[in-house]
């Protein structure tokens, strides 16, 4: 059996793209978008299909808009540690495109840096290096020689591979619940953020938040000018502020400082009175601008 598989390794040669007619590409990290997953530990296979559905949680891509490949880095505690590298597909379209320009194959996208993981962002990269199925007819002999040897072990590795998949039943079963259960988990979640960015937005459009006025106010206010009252009228993006200053040349640096601010669209200084302190009042309206 080890001289059939010999020479099935060595008939192997004959069906591979030459080396002159591949194309390997090598990118830098920035080019790559790069997330760790830590995952229980399982089969190889299922690894996979874990990937495929944690990484729509990571990737701050579209879904069906990149490709992926993914290294075993190790484990520890029951838990395996997984390094995902992404890239688009636009990208690899047009390394695509500029090998096939010089009659190339492109079979490698590797990076920089990352060599000894063998990433290879290529989907079904094994596929294209083989002779494509026009220069394969001249096989026909090989084909039918390998085909006979198949059958005649294929029957002896299929009870060897069937006895080892029915034992691997009951822990997939019990892993399928599982990740069941954690799928649900991480779509109520995904939902009660959607829910909280759609409440954040419409706030945002009709209100001037406070994360943003407060450090603006703080940040404009001269050292002899000082704030007493801020009030938001009710569902609207203007803000009153009231406060006092020493004079109005501080009350005017206050005005510019606020007008040179982005996130105002007019200031305007609505009143100003004298106190028993010989301070100046003033009251100043804030617009915030239209989304």
Same mark, same amino acid.
């Given at each position: 059996?080890?001289?059939?598989?010999?020479?099935?390794?060595?008939?192997?040669?004959?069906?591979? +793209? #030459?080396?002159?007619?591949?194309? /390997?590409?090598? +990118?830098?990290?920035?080019?790559?978008? %790069?997330?760790?997953?830590?995952? #229980?530990?399982?089969?190889? *296979?299922?690894v996979a299909e874990a990937v495929r559905w944690e990484l729509a949680l990571h990737v701050p891509y579209a879904e069906g808009s990149f490709y992926y490949d993914y290294k075993i880095l190790g484990n520890s505690d029951g838990m395996q540690n997984i390094?995902?590298?992404?890239? $688009?597909?636009?990208?690899?379209?047009?390394?695509?495109?500029?090998?096939?320009?010089?009659? +190339?194959? =492109?079979?490698?996208?590797?990076?920089?840096?990352?060599?000894?993981?063998? %990433?290879? $962002?290529?989907?079904? /990269?094994?596929?294209? *290096?083989?002779?494509?199925?026009?220069?394969?007819?001249?096989?026909?002999?090989?084909?039918?020689?390998?085909l006979g040897v198949l059958l005649i072990s294929g029957g002896w590795c299929y009870k060897t591979v069937q006895a080892g998949r029915l034992q691997k039943v009951q822990a997939q079963i019990q892993n399928l619940s599982l990740w069941q259960e954690r799928? @649900? @988990?991480?779509?109520?979640?995904?939902?009660?953020?959607?829910? %909280?960015?759609?409440?954040?937005?419409? =706030?945002?459009?009709?209100?001037? $938040?406070?994360?943003?006025? =407060? #450090?603006?106010?703080?940040?404009?206010? #001269?050292?002899?000018?000082?704030?007493?009252?801020?009030?938001?009228?009710?569902?609207?993006?203007?803000?009153?502020?009231?406060?006092?200053?020493?004079?109005?040349? @501080?009350?005017?640096?206050? =005005?510019?400082?606020?007008?040179?601010? *982005?996130?105002?669209?007019?200031?305007?200084?609505?009143?100003?009175?004298?106190?028993?302190?010989?301070? $100046?009042?003033?009251?100043?309206?804030?617009?915030?601008? @239209?989304?």
């Amino acid at each position: 059996m080890k001289n059939i598989f010999n020479g099935l390794k060595g008939l192997s040669r004959f069906w591979q +793209l #030459p080396a002159e007619k591949q194309m /390997a590409v090598t +990118l830098d990290e920035e080019q790559v978008y %790069f997330c760790q997953l830590t995952l #229980p530990m399982m089969p190889a *296979k299922e690894v996979a299909e874990a990937v495929r559905w944690e990484l729509a949680l990571h990737v701050p891509y579209a879904e069906g808009s990149f490709y992926y490949d993914y290294k075993i880095l190790g484990n520890s505690d029951g838990m395996q540690n997984i390094l995902v590298a992404v890239i $688009l597909k636009k990208l690899l379209a047009e390394l695509d495109e500029a090998a096939r320009a010089q009659d +190339l194959v =492109l079979t490698s996208v590797s990076i920089a840096g990352f060599e000894e993981q063998g %990433f290879n $962002l290529v989907p079904d /990269a094994a596929k294209r *290096k083989r002779v494509p199925m026009a220069k394969l007819y001249g096989f026909g002999t090989v084909s039918v020689v390998v085909l006979g040897v198949l059958l005649i072990s294929g029957g002896w590795c299929y009870k060897t591979v069937q006895a080892g998949r029915l034992q691997k039943v009951q822990a997939q079963i019990q892993n399928l619940s599982l990740w069941q259960e954690r799928y @649900e @988990e991480q779509e109520a979640r995904s939902q009660k953020i959607k829910v %909280f960015s759609e409440a954040l937005q419409k =706030l945002e459009r009709e209100r001037l $938040l406070w994360s943003k006025v =407060l #450090p603006v106010l703080g940040s404009s206010t #001269p050292e002899n000018c000082w704030l007493t009252n801020i009030k938001q009228r009710e569902a609207s993006k203007f803000v009153e502020v009231y406060g006092k200053a020493k004079s109005m040349e @501080e009350v005017k640096k206050l =005005l510019g400082n606020l007008q040179a601010s *982005k996130i105002f669209s007019k200031v305007t200084l609505a009143e100003t009175n004298a106190n028993k302190e010989n301070n $100046l009042g003033y009251k100043i309206i804030l617009q915030g601008r @239209e989304k």
